[in-house]
Structure formats: structure tokens, C-alpha cells
């Protein structure tokens, strides 16, 4: 991070300086524990705690100073204080000033499933030409996004920002401090439907990253997801997938289950052979996303192409984990919604040897609760896999589906699940991250 005077702060972020201390700052922190000497201290208001509580802690921690909605009763000597009136919009208006200090591409990326995998794609092959910052890990919301904006220095030159939301206006939110050159929508599916009412409101409360992009700036849609169909933009629309109007168009897709996939992607401008070291027939859609991103960036067919055949995944997404004796684990805990419920089982149905699928609760699915995890249960059923062990409430129709198991806990479903890992099985496990599966998968790769 650069570091930036407080009379900056105060034009940024609209504030009221309450007391004088140190000229500048070149680090953030939200956290009193871990606060950087030197650093801003942003205390962040949530339903259940108040920063304000450890303004002390973090100044006495070495903090220069501090923002603050409410202020303190007493201030600290030698501190600056800085009163806004909310922290937390503080905080974004603060990275939205920094953003705008940098001359780089930036990709903000969003999508009902897929966002974190497209995002690393696209970080992979940018990275083969530009140093590029990224989001990590799952810093995605109305905290990690400034985060990762106020990581930037003179030694970036470009970024690929990922963005989540759970509701209406929380795009356009984080799109205000990450001012797109690039705007991605990797699909539009159900993830959420419970507070947006129908895939309409998603598709609506998606789109809402097209409010910051440059005014001579790029899309890049899945082309064969039929809302993303809709979009209509001043800007350069280019659409990836497997139909015959993509710009970025795949074809000879072979997919070897646990060992990858290779295509062909094909654009106006080049012709380029992938190899995509990560399970999944889905897995075009990030890898041709990334072509598109590469293109209009300037890269070359090489840079691309090295840039996809160097993608690792992220997290606990579709991680394949080799043990012994022929044990193949498909570590997909992180989240789950249908539609990447269905990829991970299209996965683990083209693998070799013995099948086992340890399928939890999918969340935040409102009235199609029901009818989606019958779904997934009976794709599990049609694909041959050869157990389904269904843990959860809500998986209960699942199982039944599936005409398989059911447990109601991990911790009671566990012996059947170490049980049914034996030698020459691939095992998928996958549930929304409220059912806390990584406890399984740190069970079976102990």
C-alpha cells in the first residue's frame, strides 16, 4: 500500500479531524489484534459487536490513528482521530479514492457459482504478462473488497477483484470502489433466491456491476446462460460458451473426470488449445472467460494458453487430494448451490473406480429447497455413483432421491463416511459452508 496523508483521508472519506498526530499512514486495519504500527484503524459496527470497544487497544497497539462514528471519551496524545459519520461506508469510500489513484485494468468479477474458480483463472493468465493483485480467498463482501483495494502499490498492473452479494445493491456497492475496466458474470442461478424472490431479481441485482464499468470497457457473459442473453450495454459485450454465437466459442471438449479437461476455444482473433488441470466439464466456462479477459488485455495465444494450464484452485474447490492406495478425494466443501452441485457430480460420475458422493444441505434456497436437493439426488442416482451418503435436514430429500444414506450430523454420519473411503475410491464431498464439511475432509486426509 502507498501511503496516504490524512489530509487525504479527510477529502476521501468526508471526515472531521478531531485531533492531530502523525502526517500519514501506509496501512489499514479493521482488526485490533493484528494492526500493523503506523496503521489507520477503521473500527467496523456489525449486529452483534462495535470496534469502537478496541479504538484504545488498537492505538495502544501502535495504530497512528483511527476513524470513529462515535467518539471517544477520551483521546489518546499523540493519536489522529477522524470522525465520520459510518465507518464502514468510510472504509469503502476510502478504498473507492485509493482505486482511482491507479492507471491499471481491473476485472471485477460476480455470478451466482463459479466466481472464486473464474477468478483465479483469470489472475492465472493475467499473471503470465502483468503483476497481478487479486482477492483472496473468499474476501468478497463490503470489508474484503476495500481490503483488497488498499493492497495496491506502484508494483501492480492489474487486479482482478471477486464480489459477492446476497441481496439487491450490494453490487453496485463494491462496483463504486472497484470501477471495472472489465466486468465479468460468470452465470445466473439460485444461490440467494431466498432473499431475491425469483432468478429474475438475481439476474437484476447482477447486473448492477454494469453501473461502474468504463465508459470504454468490456463484458465478458456466459453466452450459453439464457439471462445473460438479455444484457444490452454501450460498452463491448463478448460471450463464452459452447454456442454457435460465442465469440469466444468451445468445442472439442474432452473431459478426463479427476485428471482435467482440454478444449479448443476459439475467438475472431486466435485459435487456442487449452489443458485445464482441474476435474470438470464446467471448467470451460472459467478457462474461455479467461481467454476472453487475456485478449482484450493484450495477451498473447502462449501467455494464455501457459496461464490456463498454471491454474490452482482455490480453497476447498474442487481440490483433487491423492492417498494412498488409489484414495482420491474431491475436496468441493466450500460451498454449494444446484448448478455446482451438479458439475461436482458430473465430476465424480466420470471418474474411475469406486463412487462415493457425501452430499450436506445446500443453503439460502428458499421454496426450491425441496425440489433441489430431489434434483441432486436423483442426477447422483441417474450417473451410477455408487454410494450417496446425504447429511443434514435438508439433504434428507436428497437421499431419499438417491436411495441412499442419511444422517442427520457430520459427527453421526462420520464412521459410515471413513468406512465407505476404501482403497480404489474417489469420494466427492460437498455441502453449502454452514454445514462445516471441511471437518470431514480433515478426518480423511489425517
Known amino acids: 500500500m502507498k501511503a496516504i496523508s490524512v489530509t487525504d483521508l479527510l477529502r476521501a472519506v468526508h471526515g472531521e479531524l478531531l485531533q492531530g498526530g502523525a502526517s500519514e499512514f501506509a496501512a489499514?486495519?479493521?482488526?485490533?489484534?493484528?494492526?500493523?504500527?503506523?496503521?489507520?484503524?477503521?473500527?467496523i459496527v456489525g449486529e452483534t459487536f462495535d470496534g469502537h470497544r478496541f479504538i484504545d487497544n488498537a492505538l495502544n497497539a501502535g495504530a497512528a490513528g483511527c476513524l470513529c462514528a462515535r467518539v471517544p471519551e477520551a483521546l489518546l496524545p499523540g493519536r489522529f482521530y477522524v470522525r465520520v459519520a459510518?465507518?464502514?461506508?468510510?472504509?469503502?469510500?476510502?478504498?473507492?479514492?485509493?482505486?482511482?489513484?491507479?492507471?491499471?485494468?481491473?476485472?471485477?468479477?460476480?455470478?451466482?457459482?463459479?466466481?472464486?474458480?473464474?477468478?483465479?483463472?483469470?489472475?492465472?493468465?493475467?499473471?503470465?504478462k502483468y503483476k497481478t493483485l487479486k482477492t483472496e480467498a473468499n474476501f468478497n463482501n463490503e470489508i474484503g473488497t476495500p481490503m483488497t483495494l488498499l493492497r495496491l502499490d506502484e508494483t501492480y498492473e492489474a487486479a482482478v477483484i471477486e464480489t459477492g452479494m446476497d441481496r439487491a445493491g450490494q453490487i453496485r456497492y463494491l462496483g463504486e470502489m472497484v470501477k471495472p475496466t472489465v466486468a465479468v458474470i460468470t452465470n445466473i442461478g439460485d444461490m440467494h433466491i431466498e432473499y431475491l424472490g425469483s432468478r429474475e431479481g438475481i439476474f437484476r441485482a447482477k447486473c448492477e456491476i454494469f453501473e461502474n464499468l468504463a465508459a470504454d470497457g468490456v463484458a465478458v457473459l456466459n453466452g450459453d446462460d439464457e439471462w445473460l442473453g438479455r444484457v444490452c450495454l454501450p460498452q463491448e459485450i463478448v460471450t463464452v460458451g459452447t454456442m454457435a454465437h460465442c465469440a469466444a466459442r468451445v468445442t472439442d471438449v474432452v473431459d478426463r473426470g479427476i485428471d482435467g479437461v482440454s478444449c479448443v476455444v476459439t475467438t475472431n482473433k486466435a485459435r487456442y488449445e487449452l489443458q485445464i488441470p482441474a476435474p470438470g466439464a464446467h471448467m470451460i466456462y472459467p478457462a474461455s472467460t479467461a481467454v476472453a479477459v487475456g485478449e482484450a488485455l493484450g495477451l498473447s495465444v502462449d501467455e494464455i494458453t501457459r496461464g490456463v494450464a498454471a491454474y490452482e484452485p482455490a480453497g476447498a474447490r474442487m481440490r483433487v487430494v491423492n492417498l494412498p492406495d488409489n484414495r482420491r478425494l474431491l475436496d468441493d466443501c466450500y460451498n454449494a448451490g444446484p448448478q455446482s452441485m451438479a458439475a461436482s457430480l458430473r465430476v465424480l460420475g466420470s471418474s474411475s473406480g469406486?463412487?462415493?458422493?457425501?452430499?450436506?444441505?445446500?443453503?439460502?434456497?428458499?421454496?426450491?429447497?425441496?425440489?433441489?436437493?430431489?434434483?441432486?439426488?436423483?442426477?447422483?442416482?441417474?450417473?451410477?455413483?455408487?454410494?450417496?451418503?446425504?447429511?443434514?435436514?435438508?439433504?434428507?430429500?436428497?437421499?431419499?432421491?438417491?436411495?441412499?444414506?442419511?444422517?442427520?450430523?457430520?459427527?453421526?454420519?462420520?464412521?459410515?463416511?471413513?468406512?465407505?473411503?476404501a482403497p480404489d475410491t474417489a469420494m466427492l464431498v460437498k455441502a453449502s459452508h454452514s454445514m462445516h464439511f471441511e471437518k470431514i475432509t480433515e478426518e480423511l486426509t489425517k
Do not use: N
Open 28 to 43: 489499514v486495519s479493521t482488526d485490533s489484534r493484528t494492526v500493523p504500527d503506523g496503521a489507520l484503524f477503521i473500527p
Open 86 to 128: 459510518d465507518t464502514t461506508v468510510a472504509y469503502k469510500d476510502l478504498a473507492a479514492w485509493y482505486r482511482a489513484q491507479f492507471d491499471i485494468p481491473v476485472v471485477q468479477v460476480t455470478g451466482s457459482v463459479g466466481k472464486t474458480t473464474t477468478k483465479e483463472m483469470i489472475a492465472s493468465v493475467l499473471s503470465q
Open 354 to 421: 469406486h463412487t462415493v458422493a457425501v452430499l450436506g444441505d445446500m443453503a439460502e434456497l428458499g421454496e426450491l429447497t425441496v425440489r433441489a436437493h430431489r434434483e441432486m439426488g436423483a442426477l447422483a442416482k441417474s450417473l451410477g455413483i455408487g454410494r450417496v451418503i446425504a447429511v443434514g435436514r435438508k439433504a434428507k430429500d436428497l437421499a431419499d432421491a438417491a436411495e441412499g444414506e442419511w444422517y442427520a450430523t457430520v459427527d453421526e454420519a462420520m464412521p459410515a463416511i471413513k468406512g465407505a473411503f
